[in-house]
Structures are given as structure tokens and as C-alpha cells.
């Protein structure tokens, strides 16, 4: 079974300050890996996906996040928080052949001026 | 594309009264896939659908819960009696394939379903 442990419930951070949200994962084989963005009242959208190509993927709005097999994680980082990335943060993951994921608790990031 | 459809976008309704909630996926999209997300619990599978045909539905909660995709661009999700646990953001997303676990999946804006 697959799942899926967001470290921190809220993370806040200064506006230009750097963004580390971090994920582990739990897996019996290599699983493909993905960071979904939630603003308020809104659906989730995909923000960057690992899917067994290279190591460290860059998404929108200037995300990224780096698969790190030996340690299980696949942390999400920005170099510097706007108040625009004000939202919920969902690490889920999939396992090869199929289509279901399996989301983190989420984690809420708070931008502060 | 417009993007997944759902509606209503908000239903307040009282226990024990039938819920209907609605999905247009994407069109030529062939899995379908409906979620909850609850504070307590976070974001939970229900049932998902590949070209039209339950695949897994054991995430449903109870047999008060049903689901139908009587075509490709159309699902509806059902509780019937709806208690106020029920009470929640329900999600519909589609992808484009069935089976490839690195589809990104596009979700709707959701139906915030109160049950008083």
C-alpha cells in the first residue's frame, strides 16, 4: 500500500523567503510522485510531477522538488515565497500502472508581507 | 476547454433528504474519479471509473453512497438519506488515459455539500 506523510500542518515564511514543504512517502516499489496547489474555494491543480525521469523537477510558478529515493521524500522548494503562494499544498503518489492517487494530510502555507 | 464541471457548487439540505451531485469531465478524458475532503480526514478516493465502468468502489463509505457514469460526460455521485456527517467538499477530477499512474489528474472546483 502507498501513502503518503506531509511534515507540518502550517508552514509560514516572510514574503522572498525560501519555501521548503516537505513529503515522504511510503512504497513498495518506486511510485510516481506529484505536489497539487489549492487556493481557497478552488479545485486542485498540478503543480510539478516526478514520473521516474530526472531526479529534480521544476513546475509552475516557479516550484521545484527533487526525488530522493534513499531517503523517501520528494520535498518541494521555491527560492522565494510571494504572497501569491498563499495556499494548501497536497504531496500524493501513484503507483506504477495505475491511475489512483493518494494524497498527504496537506500542508497550509502561510505568506506573511 | 472548460475544465471539469460540477454542480452544484454549494447544496445545503437537511438529514435524511437525497443528494445529487453532478460531473462533466473533460471531454475525451477516460478515467473519472470522485473525492471528499473533509478537515478530518483530508482528501479520500470514493470510487473512480475507467471509460464508464467502476473500477473501485471501495472507498465509498456506505451503501448509502452510490455513483453512476451512464456515459463519458456524465457522472453523478448520490447519497441517500444524507446525514450531517456527510457534510463535506466533494471533488470530481478526470484524466486522459486508464492506467497510467503518471496522468495528471484535473480536478473541478467542487460541491460544498452541508447537511443539517
Known amino acids: 500500500a502507498q501513502s503518503v506523510t506531509q511534515l507540518g500542518s502550517h508552514v509560514s515564511v516572510s514574503e522572498g523567503a525560501l519555501v521548503l514543504l516537505r513529503c515522504n512517502y511510503s512504497s513498495s516499489v518506486p511510485p510516481y510522485l506529484f505536489w497539487y496547489v489549492q487556493y481557497p474555494n478552488q479545485g486542485l491543480q498540478l503543480l510539478l510531477k516526478?514520473?521516474?525521469?530526472?531526479?529534480l523537477v521544476k513546475g509552475i510558478n516557479g516550484f521545484e522538488a527533487e526525488f530522493k529515493k534513499s531517503e523517501t521524500s520528494f520535498h518541494l522548494t521555491k527560492p522565494s515565497a510571494h504572497m501569491s503562494d498563499a495556499a494548501e499544498y497536497f504531496c500524493?503518489?501513484?503507483?506504477?500502472?495505475?491511475?489512483?492517487?493518494?494524497f498527504g494530510k496537506g500542508t497550509m502555507l502561510l505568506v506573511s508581507p | 476547454d472548460a475544465g471539469v464541471i460540477q454542480s452544484p457548487r454549494h447544496e445545503v439540505t437537511e438529514m435524511g433528504q437525497e443528494v445529487t451531485l453532478r460531473c462533466k469531465p473533460i471531454s475525451g478524458h477516460n478515467s473519472l474519479f470522485w473525492y471528499r475532503q473533509t478537515m478530518m480526514r483530508g482528501l479520500e478516493l470514493l470510487i473512480y471509473f475507467n471509460n464508464n465502468v467502476p473500477i473501485d468502489d471501495s472507498g465509498m463509505p456506505e451503501d448509502r453512497f452510490s455513483a453512476k457514469m451512464p456515459n463519458a460526460s456524465f457522472s453523478t455521485l448520490k447519497i441517500q438519506p444524507s446525514e450531517p456527517r456527510d457534510s463535506a467538499v466533494y471533488f470530481c477530477?478526470?484524466?486522459?488515459?486508464?492506467?497510467?499512474?503518471?496522468?495528471?489528474?484535473?480536478f473541478g472546483p467542487g460541491t460544498r455539500l452541508t447537511v443539517l
Open positions: 477530477a478526470s484524466s486522459p488515459s486508464v492506467g497510467r499512474g503518471t496522468d495528471t489528474q484535473y
Open positions: 516526478y514520473t521516474s525521469a530526472a531526479t
Open positions: 500524493a503518489v501513484s503507483p506504477p500502472g495505475y491511475s489512483t492517487l493518494t
